[in-house]
């Protein structure tokens, strides 16, 4: 849960100048619900004494342009400046930061759903209405890939929050029918969530329409992915078998596996992995 500051609305400099806030990260409206992703993902809320705090999303230079257009929609005073550094990663590392200090918009953020602080495994798809599809593309420019792997097309997203994983695999699900079961690597504890060819077509396409915010680079990639067309002589994966209970009995019956494949039609390999998981209880035996 995120940590919730205490409701207190402060008479502001924005008020004084007539600003009009009301609007501010109306999460039905595309360009927000893109924004919150982002900063769910990319971006870090902090708090002190009296009430200070800011929010700073720290991305690399190259993608600055997205910081410009936050602030933009932003109705409150914000910056944006640069940094040199050296990292593990690089020498030169060249990043652009934005900063929003604004206690209301601040406790706006926090109320949605972008907690204080460490938040990796602790945050959540938002309540109530939403544009999901911009959303889940504000969360995947920022912790997310979109491009090809050996000629083939593909969508990821690494993630730490079971909440996050589970969403983007049922919604994934439900636009191209892949189906993913996942559990946190036992390296670093993260969810690795990856969709190729077909279905990751499907899902950015779908994600990455004409006109819409994204990472400039982000969208360039996903348009290379929306043109891509299956080699000749390439077969797609077949689709996931639906094991009912009177198919699990017949593979169970038969004398062979090569039997069953024979029975039931589908290869002698997915008969195997099946009856395995039957014999030591890793799926539920039939009645």
């Avoid at 060819?197 to 899902?203: F, G, I, P, R, V």
């Avoid at 680079?217 to 209970?245: C, D, L, M, N």
């Amino acid at each position: 849960m995120a940590e919730r500051e205490p409701s207190v609305r402060q008479f502001t400099l924005d008020d004084a100048l007539g600003v009009d806030t009301t609007g501010f990260m109306d999460l039905k409206d595309p360009d927000y619900a893109y924004m919150f992703g982002f900063l769910q993902a990319d971006g870090h809320l902090s708090q002190q004494s009296r009430q200070r705090g800011r929010l700073t999303v720290e991305i690399n230079a190259r993608d600055i342009d997205i910081l410009r257009k936050f602030q933009k929609l932003t109705p409150y005073n914000s910056t944006i400046s640069a940094r040199t550094r050296t990292t593990n990663f690089a020498e030169n590392s060249h990043t652009a930061i934005w900063t929003l200090c604004s206690l209301e918009a601040r406790s706006k953020l926090n109320e949605l759903g972008l907690p204080y602080g460490r938040k990796s495994r602790t945050i959540a798809p938002p309540h109530g209405k939403f544009s999901s599809r911009d959303y889940l593309r504000g969360v995947i420019d920022a912790d997310g890939s979109v491009g090809y792997s050996q000629s083939y097309p593909f969508i990821s997203l690494t993630t730490a929050s079971t909440p996050i994983m589970a969403y983007m695999c049922s919604y994934a699900e439900e636009l191209t029918g892949a189906e993913r079961r996942l559990q946190r690597n036992q390296r670093d504890g993260i969810y690795n969530i990856m969709y190729i060819t077909e279905a990751a077509k499907s899902l950015v396409t779908h994600l990455y329409y004409p006109g819409c915010l994204a990472l400039a680079r982000k969208q360039t990639a996903a348009a290379s992915v929306t043109a891509w067309k299956r080699p000749a002589g390439s077969k797609p994966r077949p689709p996931r078998i639906e094991w009912s209970q009177q198919m699990d009995r017949t593979l169970l019956a038969a004398p062979t596996i090569a039997d069953a494949a024979a029975i039931l039609g589908y290869s002698w390999s997915a008969c195997q992995v099946r009856r395995s998981k039957l014999l030591h209880g890793r799926v539920t035996l039939p009645d």
